[in-house]
């Protein structure tokens, strides 16, 4: 039987990560900053919570990620010039940040892992079931991964995790989870977790990737959940009490994704985002597909 469940307004993003892997570029840049084709990698993952209809918008930062405040603020002095010059794109695609969504920020003082970020949001959240947002995936919005979540969420209650199959030797780089089919065919019950497994011991190739819709008494699980894997408190350690006791905060189940996502927390992977994206462009993707297949058969 379908049932209604209250509604998602709130979404959490984790941003406090140093960003090692993008060395030297993120020693004073933030990794989120890092622009994927002319748009920060942020901007794409507060469109997504935005276009779910999550207007409610929690950044999770650290030091170093004032950057991050001051370009979903408004710019009123490069507003003003660009006025001046009559440039209304480029005025409409300033202002487009700021407009999305009511911004809030919290620092996560200590780098504990992301369940310890999530946990940070808890006074922000309250007793509101809410999503969460990894900035290193990036969905593409003819792939409406999130509002499938909050629908799935609607219907069943309780935690919903974002799923994706992967290669069984790439599993090892995921949390990955154990379940069982639903009588829908893209959503499946949740009944085990396990952070980063050895490709010998994982449940399956179902691999946990950036998106997340958690009951709120997730936060009551985190506050005592030791630190696990890398000695970090670890989401999914929570998710796994969850799953294990329906009684605590309802079911999880997993929305299996078969669309386009783009890793930006890879340098290779954030390339190949780039180079997606900007031939799908219609202001770019002539000319660039034109450049590319020459550079391509030239280098072959």
């Known amino acids: 039987m379908t049932q209604s469940h209250p509604r998602i307004s709130k979404a959490v993003i984790p941003a406090a990560g140093l960003g090692t892997r993008f060395l030297p570029a993120t020693k004073a840049t933030p990794k989120e900053m890092l622009p994927v084709v002319d748009k920060p990698a942020i901007q794409y993952v507060v469109e997504e919570a935005a276009s779910a209809?999550?207007?409610?918008?929690?950044?999770?930062t650290g030091r170093n990620k004032r950057p991050l405040e001051d370009h979903f603020d408004r710019n009123y002095e490069l507003e003003s010039a660009l006025q001046k010059k009559g440039d209304a794109g480029r005025l409409a695609k300033v202002q487009e940040s700021s407009d999305l969504a009511t911004m809030h920020y919290v620092r996560q003082g200590?780098?504990?892992?992301?369940?310890?970020?999530?946990?940070?949001?808890?006074?922000?959240?309250?007793?509101?079931?809410?999503?969460?947002?990894?900035?290193?995936?990036?969905?593409?919005?003819?792939?409406?991964?999130?509002k499938r979540m909050v629908d799935v969420h609607g219907q069943y209650g309780g935690s919903v995790i974002a799923l994706m199959e992967v290669e069984p030797e790439q599993i090892h780089l995921y949390g990955c989870a154990a379940v069982e089919v639903t009588e829908d065919s893209d959503v499946v019950r949740v009944t085990g977790l396990v952070e980063k497994p050895d490709p010998a011991d994982a449940p399956s190739n179902y691999a946990i990737i950036g998106r997340y819709v958690l009951d709120p008494h997730v936060f009551d699980i985190l506050r005592t959940t030791e630190p696990g894997r890398g000695g970090e408190i670890q989401l999914t350690d929570a998710l796994q009490q969850l799953a294990d006791d329906e009684k605590i905060g309802g079911p999880v189940h997993g929305v299996v994704f078969k669309g386009r996502r783009y890793d930006t927390g890879d340098r290779g992977d954030y390339l190949r985002a780039i180079v997606r994206l900007a031939c799908e462009r219609e202001d770019l993707g002539p000319d660039f597909r034109t450049w590319l297949r020459s550079y391509v058969t030239e280098e072959m």
């Not at 207007?55 to 999770?60: A, E, K, Q, R, W």
């Not at 369940?115 to 809410?130: I, K, M, R, S, T």
Request: charged share 20%; hydrophobic share 45%.
């Open 110 to 146: 200590d780098p504990k892992g992301l369940g310890h970020a999530v946990l940070c949001a808890a006074p922000h959240v309250g007793h509101e079931p809410f999503a969460v947002l990894l900035g290193d995936d990036l969905i593409d919005p003819r792939d409406p991964l999130l």
């Open 53 to 60: 209809g999550l207007d409610d918008v929690l950044m999770i």
